[in-house]
């Protein structure tokens, strides 16, 4: 494994984990098809979003599709990132900014590409 990559995965398997929903008031405006949902934001959905960008900036060849899926991953990858900022704070007995930053990311970038 690259040290860049070991690195991004130990960062992010220190992650806590809530059955709880952390969006349970906020009301989405796209449709529910093109819309990533909180439970998509995962630890192995972050670590298979890892290893595809790095496999797609050592590609060659660059065509619609896989921009698309770029940009799912990385959407996939900075979700989980504020999802686990918002669940540890909120362990901590805070959050509530952290909670909104990452629920109004979901809202406005939470986006499905296909």
């Known amino acids: 494994m690259k040290p860049l990559t070991l690195a991004i995965c130990l960062f992010l398997c220190a992650a806590?984990?809530?059955?709880?929903?952390?969006?349970?008031?906020?009301?989405?405006?796209?449709?529910?098809?093109?819309?990533?949902?909180?439970?998509?934001?995962?630890?192995?959905?972050?670590?298979?979003?890892?290893?595809?960008?790095?496999?797609?900036?050592?590609?060659?060849?660059?065509?619609?599709l896989s921009t698309f899926a770029e940009y799912n991953a990385l959407t996939l990858l900075k979700g989980w990132l504020l999802k686990k900022s918002a669940l540890a704070a909120?362990?901590?007995?805070?959050?509530?900014?952290?909670?909104?930053?990452?629920?109004?990311?979901l809202d406005d970038d939470g986006v499905i590409y296909d």
Do not use: K, M
């Open 16 to 64: 806590t984990s809530s059955a709880e929903p952390l969006c349970t008031n906020w009301e989405f405006e796209r449709e529910p098809e093109y819309q990533f949902r909180e439970s998509d934001f995962t630890l192995e959905a972050a670590q298979r979003s890892i290893a595809y960008l790095e496999e797609r900036v050592l590609a060659a060849e660059h065509d619609l």
């Open 90 to 105: 909120r362990e901590n007995g805070q959050g509530e900014d952290e909670v909104y930053a990452f629920c109004r990311f």
